[in-house]
C-alpha cells in the first residue's frame, strides 16, 4: 500500500515538473506583454493634481464630450448598418449577392485617415470648410470604416443557424419580421455584441480621422500632450481615461451578450437564401452597393486620379523618400509584427489550452493590449522601455526606445490577442479524441502539435495572421511615436501629407495602403470561406 502511494506521488511530482517550464512561459509572456498597460495603471495611483486640473479648465470637458458623441454615434451606426447588411447577403437571394458579399468587406484595407481625407476633399466644395470639419461627418467617415468588424460576425452568426428555429416561430403564427426579431436576432446577439466592442474600441483608438475633422477627442489629446509639452507623465495619466473607457465597453459587451447560451444540436439545415420581388431585388441590390460605393468606390476613383495628378507633377516622392521606401519600411513592420504576434499567439493558447482555466486566465492577461487604444500603448511602451535602457540590461549598449525592436514590441502588445484569440478558436474545434489517440499511440505532445493540431488549425491561423496584418499596416499613432529614425512607413506619409492638406500627395502612400490591405483581406475571406472564425 505504501509502495503504491510513494509511486503515485512521484509521478504526480514528475507531471507537475514536466509542467513547469510551460507555465513559466506562460507567465514570462503575460507579463512582458502586459507591463506597458500596467505602466500606465500605476501611473494613476500617484495623480499630479496640477496636471488634471489645467486639462480640466482647458480642454477636458470638450474631449470627453467629443469622445463619448463619437462612441455611441459611430457604434450605433455601425451595428445597424452592418448587422442589416450581414441580414441581406445571407437570407436573400439576388444578382450579384455574392460578389456584394465579398465586397462589403473590402472596407477593412481602406484606413479611416484615408477615407476621411478623400470625403473631406469631396464634400469641403459644395459644402464649405467649416461645414465638412464636424463632428457628424468625422462619425460618419468612421462608420463606414468599421462596420465591416459587426458584418462579418454578424454574417458568420447568421450563417451558422438553423432554419428550422425560424420554422417553428412561423409556425406559432410569427410574421417573418416577428421571426427576425424574436428569433434570429437574439440568437445572434453576442456576435453582434461582440463585433460592436471591437467598433468601439477602433473608435477609442482611432487619431488620424478625428485630427482631419478637428475633433478633440481623448486619444487626440494624448498626442497634443505628448508632443505639446513632452511631458510623458501627463499624456499616461489621461491616457487612463481611455483604459477606463476601454473597461467599461468590455464590461458592457459582456452584458450585451448576457447570460443566455444559444446552441444547435446534431445535424440541421441552415438558413437558405431565399429569392424576393423585383422591387425587393432592386432595393437590396441599390443598398449593399450604395454602401461599397461609399467606402470604397468613389476613395478609390478619387486616389487613383489624384495619384495620376501627382506623378504628372513630381509630387509621388516624399521629403523621406521615394514610394519604394516607404514601402519596404511598411512590409518590414507589419511583417515582423504579424510574425511575432502569430508565433507567440500560437505557443500561448497551445499552452495554455494544456493547463486548465486557470492557465488561460493568466494567458489572457497578455491580451490586455488590445482593449487598450494605440496612443496609451505607446506611452506605456516608452515608459516600460526607457526604464529598461536606464538600467542597462541590453547587451552592447543599445537602446530599446526608438529601434525596430521596440517598434514591433509595441505592436506586439497591441495586436497579440487577435492571433491568440483566432488560435485559441481553432484549437477549440479540435476534437479531443483525435489528440487522445495519438497520446495513447505514445505520440509526443510537440509531435501532436506539430502533426495534427497545427494542420487542422491551419485556416484559423490564417485568418488571425490577415487580421494582424491588415491592423498592423494601417496603425498610425504607435508607429508614429515609437518607429526608428529612419523608417518612415505609408502610414506615417499619409499623416505628414494631411496635416499639411497636401492630398495629392497623400494619395499615393493612400493608394499602396489600400493595395497592400486587399491582398490580406482577400486571404481573410477565403479562410473565412473554409470555417475560420473571427472572435474578440
Excluded at 464590461?251 to 446534431?266: D, F, H, I, N, S
Excluded at 432592386?282 to 454602401?291: L, Q
Excluded at 516607404?326 to 512590409?331: I, Q
Excluded at 517598434?407 to 483525435?434: C, D, H, M, W
Amino acid at each position: 500500500m505504501t509502495l503504491g502511494v510513494n509511486a503515485e506521488s512521484s509521478t504526480t511530482l514528475r507531471r507537475r515538473a514536466r509542467s513547469l517550464p510551460g507555465w513559466v512561459a506562460i507567465v514570462a509572456v503575460a507579463a512582458v506583454v502586459a507591463a506597458p498597460v500596467a505602466v500606465i495603471i500605476a501611473s494613476i495611483l500617484e495623480p499630479t493634481a496640477e496636471v488634471w486640473q489645467e486639462l480640466w479648465d482647458t480642454r477636458l470637458p470638450g474631449m470627453i464630450r467629443d469622445t463619448v458623441t463619437l462612441l455611441v454615434v459611430v457604434v450605433v451606426g455601425s451595428t445597424i448598418i452592418g448587422t442589416g447588411l450581414a441580414w441581406l447577403v445571407t437570407a436573400y437571394r439576388f444578382p450579384g449577392r455574392r460578389v456584394l458579399g465579398w465586397a462589403l468587406v473590402a472596407p477593412l484595407a481602406m484606413p479611416g485617415y484615408v477615407l476621411g481625407f478623400v470625403w473631406l476633399d469631396t464634400l469641403q466644395g459644395p459644402l464649405g470648410a467649416r461645414s465638412v470639419r464636424s463632428i457628424w461627418l468625422c462619425a460618419a467617415v468612421l462608420t463606414m470604416a468599421f462596420y465591416p468588424y459587426v458584418y462579418l460576425l454578424a454574417r458568420a452568426a447568421f450563417r451558422d443557424q438553423s432554419a428550422a428555429s425560424i420554422a417553428v416561430a412561423r409556425s406559432l403564427g410569427c410574421t417573418p419580421w416577428q421571426a427576425w426579431w424574436r428569433v434570429t436576432l437574439p440568437m445572434a446577439r453576442p456576435s453582434i455584441a461582440a463585433g460592436a466592442a471591437l467598433v468601439a474600441m477602433e473608435v477609442l483608438t482611432d487619431v488620424g480621422t478625428v485630427r482631419l475633422f478637428n475633433v478633440s477627442t481623448i486619444a487626440d489629446g494624448v498626442l497634443r500632450v505628448w508632443f505639446g509639452t513632452g511631458n510623458r507623465n501627463a499624456a499616461a495619466e489621461l491616457a487612463t481615461l481611455l483604459i477606463g473607457a476601454a473597461v467599461l465597453l468590455i464590461a458592457a459587451e459582456r452584458l450585451l451578450r448576457g447570460r443566455a447560451r444559444y446552441t444547435q444540436g446534431g445535424r440541421r439545415q441552415t438558413v437558405v437564401p431565399r429569392s424576393s420581388g423585383f422591387g425587393s431585388t432592386i432595393a437590396a441590390s441599390v443598398v449593399g452597393w450604395s454602401v461599397v460605393a461609399i467606402a470604397v468606390v468613389v476613395p478609390l476613383v478619387r486616389l487613383i486620379r489624384w495619384v495620376g495628378e501627382a506623378r504628372a507633377t513630381g509630387q509621388a516622392v516624399a521629403m523621406e523618400g521615394d514610394l519604394g521606401h516607404h514601402l519596404v519600411a511598411s512590409l518590414q513592420v507589419a511583417g515582423f509584427a504579424t510574425v511575432t504576434c502569430v508565433l507567440i499567439g500560437v505557443t500561448l493558447a497551445w499552452l495554455a489550452r494544456r493547463r486548465g482555466p486557470v492557465g488561460q486566465i493568466v494567458a489572457r492577461l497578455a491580451t490586455l493590449g488590445y482593449a487598450v487604444p494605440g496612443p496609451v500603448v505607446a506611452v506605456g511602451v516608452v515608459i516600460a522601455l526607457a526604464a529598461v535602457d536606464r538600467w542597462g540590461w541590453v547587451p552592447g549598449g543599445a537602446l530599446l526606445v526608438g529601434s525596430m525592436a521596440g517598434l514591433i514590441y509595441a505592436l506586439t502588445v497591441r495586436f497579440l490577442a487577435v492571433s491568440y484569440q483566432g488560435v485559441e478558436a481553432s484549437l477549440a474545434k479540435v476534437p479531443p479524441n483525435v489528440i487522445a489517440g495519438a497520446r495513447t499511440l505514445g505520440a509526443r505532445p510537440w509531435r501532436v502539435a506539430t502533426r495534427i493540431e497545427l494542420p487542422l488549425i491551419r485556416t484559423g491561423l490564417l485568418a488571425a495572421s490577415a487580421l494582424v496584418a491588415i491592423d498592423a499596416m494601417k496603425e498610425l499613432p504607435i508607429t508614429l511615436l515609437l518607429r526608428p529614425f529612419g523608417t518612415d512607413t505609408l502610414a506615417v506619409w499619409v499623416w505628414r501629407a494631411t496635416s499639411e492638406s497636401f492630398w495629392v500627395q497623400a494619395a499615393v502612400p493612400s493608394l499602396a495602403i489600400v493595395a497592400l490591405g486587399m491582398i490580406p483581406v482577400a486571404i481573410l475571406l477565403w479562410a473565412l470561406e473554409r470555417g475560420a472564425e473571427v472572435t474578440t
